[in-house]
């Protein structure tokens, strides 16, 4: 496994091994062979984790409404985190 950096630095200073090794953590899993796509399940929602190219895009699902947020990769991968796991 990546070892991470701190989880104040900027996402976009984590190689892409970490980033993967990262959303791992989280619980997330890879979709197919889309290396920059990521399914996250939790009890009361899910989320898909897309990798683009200016921004991080999480949408999460719940009781058929979606909702989208883009996170920069200037931001904290702890701040991502937690948003990402406040979920929708």
């Keep these: 496994m990546a070892s991470l950096p701190e989880a104040s630095t900027p ?3 984590h190689p ?3 980033l993967e090794a990262w959303l791992r953590s ?23 984790i897309q990798l683009e190219v200016e921004d991080l895009q999480v ?16 931001l904290s991968r702890a701040d991502v985190e937690a948003a990402i796991l406040a979920g929708p």
């Design 59 to 74: 949408s999460w699902h719940r009781e058929g409404h979606t909702s989208v947020r883009h996170f920069p990769y200037g």
């Design 16 to 18: 892409l091994p970490a």
């Design 11 to 13: 996402l976009y200073s």
């Design 26 to 48: 989280l619980g997330a899993r890879q979709q197919g062979t889309h290396g920059t796509v990521w399914d996250l399940h939790h009890p009361q929602w899910s989320a898909r």
